[in-house]
């Protein structure tokens, strides 16, 4: 497992890929891989033992807690510490102090965000597709942490040239922030545009105060080699981006 480099001592980041040494055959030719949602019409005994497959993995490294969520393209956003919910809180921000505790977010084109702070002392994860990321999910996971993030990385999304969005979409945006305007570039029909959400969140993340914020090269639509996509494929599986304090 590949993780994010640079990140403060004891803080461990990363995102699963379509290919994992443990992914099991699946019955459904188009959730072939290391699917790790429950909702996309899988075998949940499946996507039980690739997630338990993870979590072994994490163990290694002190990781004995490890929370989903049921994401909604929301702003909720939950801190969770020594609290073990029966069932996946709904929402699409975590934060947690507790070290051993994995954060998860799942994506398929929708952009998952890291956050720390600079101790390593508090982690964050959030799932933000265009109306997370225009409703504020970054602003309100930013406001649930204890300490200001001093820090992101941005997972696999869709990349501006595959994500083409009508005029809403970028009105949604560029009347609470007018700078973004320039995170859209004209479609080839009219009313469409073509929208940079690796862009768009830079932006809020900075102005939310967070300097350093790393990621954001990649794009889950044109790589099927590595990621699942929802615009490539309607029925696919999710990848997971994941943080923890060792």
Not at 133 to 149: C, F, K, S, Y
Not at 165 to 183: H, M, N, Q, R, W
């Amino acid at each position: 497992m590949q993780f994010v480099q640079g990140l403060p001592k004891g803080v461990y980041a990363g995102q699963t890929r379509v290919q994992h040494e443990q992914a099991l055959p699946a019955q459904n030719d188009a959730l072939q891989g290391f699917n790790l949602a429950l909702h996309v019409n899988d075998e949940a005994s499946r996507v039980q033992r690739h997630r338990m497959a993870l979590l072994q993995e994490f163990s290694s490294y002190g990781v004995d807690k490890i929370t989903w969520m049921t994401q909604t393209h929301s702003t909720i956003c939950h801190t969770m510490n020594a609290e073990m919910p029966f069932t996946a809180p709904e929402g699409d921000g975590l934060v947690t102090q507790r070290q051993g505790h994995a954060l998860m977010m799942m994506t398929a084109d929708c952009l998952p965000v890291v956050l720390g702070d600079a101790a390593g002392t508090e982690v964050a994860n959030l799932h933000a597709g265009w109306r997370g990321l225009a409703n504020g999910i970054i602003e309100n996971t930013v406001a649930a942490m204890q300490n200001p993030p001093a820090w992101a990385w941005l997972g696999a999304a869709i990349s501006q040239r595959c994500f083409e969005i009508g005029a809403e979409v970028k009105d949604a945006f560029c009347s609470k922030y007018p700078a973004l305007e320039s995170a859209f570039k004209a479609g080839e029909k009219e009313g469409k545009h073509y929208a940079d959400l690796y862009a768009i969140a830079r932006y809020i993340l900075r102005e939310q105060g967070v300097e350093v914020v790393t990621g954001g090269d990649q794009c889950s639509y044109s790589q099927p080699e590595a990621y699942f996509s929802y615009r490539r494929n309607a029925q696919t599986g999710r990848m997971a981006t994941f943080v923890f304090i060792a």
